[in-house]
């Protein structure tokens, strides 16, 4: 049997201040006394009144965010969805094929390589960067014409992979199609501080965009310099091995599901951007104090990268060392190069809202 008694609580200022007039009236025997604006004693049960309004108002947004049902700031959902054994999914980027038109017309032999991460864009906010290195080479015989060119991309997993090109009619131009991911990749860097033996280290790092991927190296300082290259390495698929130099650092759902000993880290999403936790040699690996901790976040703009063919028209600036015949010194120039989407790019979506993670969790639950 349920107890049937019930507590009103009023957080209303209004009804908070006939309240406390009633109680002065009962208690202070005041019920001839006037209570009009001007009185000084009414001065204090408006000064009362507001206060408790306001302490109830606080009170009862605490009391909420307790609760995955009722909470409605994000970092309390996550939180609580957290607790439930529930993460939740990164934002998906889109992806294209991108038609790239170069021109053929060079004194002499050429080669040349597009990086992967090379950006493409369509209008000034939606950046789409190349998956794989792209080697390029166009050669000419003795009398200047030029043969079939080889385009290769490097693909990580697969090894390399020759492209299909086409030439125009007078073979002044070159045509090839490469693929590319609508992300953006944010680099900060951070010193481990002193740390006590078994003291866990966490690290805030802020970000605009959707989350679509989190990767982490560490070193010693005077090792700096290769750590670019070890993050670019994860960013096209590559895991490197961890080495005496260089710690690579895998991701886990969870802290506590990390290893004793091994380089793993865990994160959650917070309202302005990200925090990552570090184990303390009983659970996973404590870092080193002193060592250069590069992170890089990639970034993208979800369901807004799924664009229609043509928008994608921009790309950034490629240089190629030209052999120059008549002065007989090499020369650096710009490729002319154009740039456009034959298809729409797809399978963009967002990160989960707050909504959406809430039910999601609950889901999860039952």
């Not at 490097?154 to 090839?176: A, H, I, R, V, W």
């Not at 002319?336 to 797809?346: D, K, L």
């Amino acid at each position: 049997m349920f107890n049937e008694d019930s507590i009103t609580i009023y957080a209303s200022r209004d009804a908070i201040r006939e309240q406390l007039i009633e109680y002065a009236k009962d208690y202070l025997d005041l019920e001839t006394f006037d209570w009009s604006k001007s009185s000084y004693i009414s001065y204090l049960i408006d000064l009362l009144s507001g206060l408790t309004a306001n302490l109830l108002f606080y009170n009862t947004s605490v009391y909420r965010e307790m609760f995955l049902t009722q909470a409605i700031q994000k970092d309390s959902v996550i939180n609580l969805a957290s607790m439930l054994g529930y993460s939740p999914s990164f934002a998906t980027s889109a992806n294209s094929q991108i038609l790239v038109e170069i021109p053929t017309e060079f004194n002499g032999d050429v080669s040349f390589t597009i990086p992967a991460g090379h950006k493409y864009y369509a209008g000034s906010n939606i950046v789409f960067c190349q998956n794989n290195n792209i080697i390029v080479d166009i050669n000419k015989d003795n009398n200047g014409s030029i043969y079939p060119p080889t385009v290769i991309e490097q693909t990580p997993n697969y090894g390399n992979k020759t492209l299909k090109t086409t030439l125009n009619e007078d073979k002044s131009l070159l045509y090839f199609l490469v693929d590319a991911t609508q992300r953006q990749s944010i680099y900060q860097e951070f010193q481990i501080p002193e740390l006590k033996s078994f003291q866990f280290h966490k690290i805030d790092m802020e970000f605009s965009g959707q989350l679509a991927g989190v990767s982490l190296v560490t070193t010693q300082p005077q090792n700096e310099k290769d750590l670019d290259s070890y993050i670019k390495m994860i960013e096209q698929g590559i895991v490197p091995e961890t080495t005496s130099i260089y710690n690579v650092w895998k991701p886990y759902d969870s802290l506590f599901l990390i290893p004793s000993g091994e380089y793993g880290f865990s994160y959650r999403l917070t309202q302005k951007g990200l925090q990552l936790f570090f184990g303390n040699n009983i659970v996973g690996k404590q870092p080193t104090a002193g060592e250069i901790c590069r992170i890089a976040v990639s970034t993208t703009e979800g369901a807004s990268g799924n664009i229609i063919a043509g928008s994608i028209t921009k790309a950034d600036r490629i240089y190629v060392n030209d052999y120059d015949y008549v002065n007989n010194k090499t020369i650096r120039k710009q490729i002319q190069m154009r740039v456009v989407n034959t298809s729409p790019a797809i399978n963009g979506k967002n990160t989960q809202s707050t909504d959406e993670i809430r039910s999601s969790a609950l889901a999860n639950v039952s």
